[in-house]
């Protein structure tokens, strides 16, 4: 009798472990993971790249959307660490915002006076993501931080030469105009060159599934954000991925000849919880 209350009392402590173990990972992904910032690193290498680009560093931010885990305090955060990268440009590559983000001009005021202290000496740029779409106060917000709008347009980049890059960039796909109607402005610069045309191009996307409807690809280096690769892993496997990053949810792909880089995002969207997924930025260094 003695050895069956002994198994009887083993199993319920098991089960309050398991509830335990449970419980803590619960409180750690919604309390402590999703206000984490973590960065990841990658060399891009090339032959076209010219000795004046060697070095040349670009910092990708993405999916920080605002008003839900992020507020002024973690947005001053990122931006800290964010400089300490030293980058020759920084681009965000949509949802600064979030869909349940109640703004008023204070909120804009104070995304825009925190955005504006990142240094970035030759350039800030960003595009849309399909959350920002909502907000009238966006395009407010990346011109008052000193950001480009980069949406359905395109810029040239010069480092210590005459060689430049460009770089492009779409506006999310939820605004109904196609992505190739989007590129003909860029295109059209891009086509516009016989010789001495820029050494390197740049397409700043949010979704990166709209990588496979881009005519004629142009482009060397695509980034892209939206997939928060899942938001929440169990192991490698991403559990919520949303439409527009389905097929494109990783860290890296090399599709029709560009290399796709998909930023695994800062925020969090839906629910206000990240798991074995670190919130992080991605530093781009070039290289011969």
């Avoid at 419980?23 to 076209?48: A, D, H, T």
């Avoid at 973690?74 to 965000?92: F, Y």
């Avoid at 804009?108 to 504006?116: F, K, N, V, Y």
């Avoid at 954000?225 to 860290?251: C, D, E, M």
Wanted: glycine content about 6%.
């Amino acid at each position: 009798m003695a050895k069956k209350k002994k198994k009887h009392f083993s199993i319920i402590g098991l089960f309050f472990k398991i509830i335990f173990v449970i419980v803590l990972v619960v409180l750690y992904s919604y309390y402590v993971e999703p206000k984490m910032i973590s960065y990841k690193e990658y060399e891009i290498k090339g032959e076209n790249i010219t000795d004046n680009f060697k070095g040349f560093k670009i910092v990708q931010i993405s999916d920080i959307h605002y008003g839900r885990v992020y507020d002024k305090k973690l947005l001053k955060k990122l931006v800290e660490s964010v400089n300490r990268q030293e980058a020759d440009i920084v681009v965000l590559t949509g949802d600064l915002i979030d869909k349940s983000c109640k703004m008023d001009s204070k909120v804009s005021d104070e995304i825009a006076s925190e955005l504006s202290k990142i240094d970035a000496p030759i350039g800030k740029y960003a595009v849309s993501g399909d959350n920002d779409l909502k907000f009238d106060e966006w395009t407010n917000i990346i011109s008052g931080s000193g950001f480009t709008n980069l949406n359905n347009s395109y810029d040239t980049i010069y480092k210590k030469g005459y060689n430049f890059m460009v770089i492009a960039g779409v506006s999310s796909y939820k605004d109904k105009l196609g992505v190739n109607d989007k590129l003909t402005e860029t295109v059209n610069f891009l086509n516009s060159f016989e010789k001495d045309g820029p050494i390197y191009k740049i397409l700043l996307m949010h979704e990166p599934d709209t990588i496979d409807e881009i005519e004629n690809n142009l482009f060397n280096l695509i980034l892209s954000g939206h997939s928060l690769h899942g938001q929440v892993k169990l192991i490698t496997l991403p559990l919520f991925l949303p439409n527009g990053a389905r097929k494109y949810y990783g860290s890296h792909y090399e599709v029709n000849g560009s290399q796709l880089y998909v930023s695994n995002g800062l925020g969090t969207t839906d629910f206000d919880f990240r798991l074995f997924n670190t919130p992080s930025f991605n530093i781009y260094k070039f290289n011969k």
